[in-house]
């Protein structure tokens, strides 16, 4: 089947995100190095996901199932995820100064919500309902990603564009699934 052979794929692609965690992002700094250096942290922690979402999808891909415990799992890591990109926003210096700042500020929040409409929707009427907690982890990650990415633009280094590939292949995916609906 095309569709299965395409989610393997993606999946194999989206696992540079694994490789991301050791390559500098920007300012020479990677994920790995970001979780240690104080006020980084919640830019860094969210890209962690990407080790368990490519663990969720081989799971998913091979067997279309999982477990209860670890719906609970996929379902409370991407929300408390969520929750740390959204405290960025907390945490940040008053109103967007910048086109930049406005597009970092608003793409992520659209992503989240987005992702939520469509987790439920999938979950209640999805023919790949069982996708949900990896679909799960895919947006709380794209959220960061994307928020990341705009704000650190033109400070790229090998890291950001390990991830860019990797958010244009969860947003594949992600769509891909939708329409498979």
């Known amino acids: 089947m095309i569709t299965s052979t395409a989610h393997l794929l993606l999946t194999v692609v989206g696992m540079t995100g694994i490789v991301a965690l ?3 992002f920007a300012y020479d700094y ?13 830019f860094a922690l969210p890209f962690f996901l990407s080790i368990l979402a490519s663990a969720a999808s081989v799971r998913w891909i091979i067997s279309d199932s999982f477990s ?3 719906q609970v799992i996929a379902y409370v890591l991407s929300a408390s995820t969520a929750g740390v990109t959204l405290s960025l926003y907390v945490n940040s210096d008053g109103w967007p ?10 793409i992520p929040i659209a ?10 929707r ?9 996708f949900s907690p990896v679909m799960a982890l895919q947006v709380a990650y794209l959220a960061n990603a994307v928020l990341c990415l705009i704000e650190f633009f033109g400070m790229w280094q090998a890291g950001a564009y390990c991830v860019l590939v990797v958010t244009l292949v969860y947003l594949f995916q992600i769509i891909l699934v939708q329409k498979e609906r």
Do not use: C, D, H, T
């Open 22 to 24: 050791s390559l500098p």
């Open 30 to 42: 990677s994920p790995i190095e970001a979780v240690f250096k104080k006020g980084l942290w919640p």
């Open 68 to 70: 209860r415990p670890e």
């Open 97 to 106: 100064s910048n086109v930049q700042e406005w597009l970092s500020m608003i």
């Open 111 to 120: 992503i989240l919500l987005f992702g939520v409409y469509g987790i439920i």
């Open 122 to 130: 999938n979950v209640s009427v999805g023919r790949y309902k069982k």
